[in-house]
């Protein structure tokens, strides 16, 4: 069972907020990983670490940003929000060669 | 380049049939592959996996075998459940050119009827 926290699960806020995607793992892993899932089901990378200090754009252009000061911790943010950030956000750590998943957060931007 | 297919959904059974989700993948090297499962309002949950060529990955009924020579890790489970239903990620990860990054299909719902 992998120990990986997602809050809030459920976010609806108005255009223009600034908000954070909080991401914590208990399990110790350096890498970890945010994705976006549109309601089609596909999953798009759009930041990951490879450990603290270390962060990458992944494959899908996002106006979001990320942060890794600790190991365990690896939140979002989203400076403005707009009506086309709204989707789930998935966040992922990983070990040698499983990823594990969060429950995810479900946005909406009103 | 590293990639996975999966076949499209909806896959709409009823109780008690056979199981199978098609998924072939394209890479370069040694892959490990794997198998996720999304029930609805949740994350994805590692279902199986399989590390090696002829490999075969098990859980709750479920198994599918690294297939080298055909490039394919095809989902199978003999009798599914109501409880089944959810939508099912191929995956490949370690592959040569980016060791780290995971690729995935686009997931296939499957509707288990009572």
């Known amino acids: 069972e992998a120990d990986i926290y997602q809050t809030p699960r459920y976010l609806v806020i108005g255009t223009g907020k600034k908000i954070t995607l909080e991401c914590s793992q208990t399990?110790?892993?350096?890498?970890m990983y945010w994705y976006q899932q549109d309601p089609g089901m596909e999953l798009h990378l759009i930041h990951y670490?490879?450990?603290?200090?270390?962060?990458e754009k992944g494959d899908l252009s996002s106006e979001s940003t990320v942060s890794r000061i600790r190991t365990e911790h690896f939140p979002l943010t989203l400076e403005s929000a707009r009506p086309s950030h709204t989707s789930q956000y998935l966040c992922?750590?990983?070990?040698?060669?499983?990823?594990?998943f969060g429950p995810g957060t479900r946005l909406t931007v009103l | 380049g590293n990639s996975v297919t999966q076949m499209e959904g909806p896959v709409t059974l009823s109780e008690e049939a056979f199981l199978t989700i098609n998924c072939t993948y394209t890479?370069?090297?040694?892959?490990?592959l794997f198998w996720y499962v999304q029930y609805p309002g949740e994350g994805l949950q590692l279902l199986l996996k399989?590390?090696?060529?002829?490999d075969k990955g098990s859980n709750k009924g479920f198994e599918a075998t690294y297939r080298k020579e055909t490039t394919s890790f095809h989902l199978e489970k003999g009798s599914v459940q109501v409880s089944d239903s959810a939508v099912y990620f191929c995956?490949?990860?370690?592959?040569?050119?980016?060791?780290?990054?995971?690729?995935f299909g686009s997931g296939t719902k499957l509707n288990v009827k009572p």
């Open positions: 670490s490879y450990g603290v200090n270390s962060t």
């Open positions: 399990m110790g892993h350096d890498k």
């Open positions: 399989a590390t090696k060529a002829d």
């Open positions: 992922a750590s990983r070990n040698t060669d499983t990823q594990y």
């Open positions: 890479a370069t090297g040694y892959p490990s």
């Open positions: 995956a490949l990860s370690g592959a040569y050119g980016n060791f780290n990054k995971f690729y």
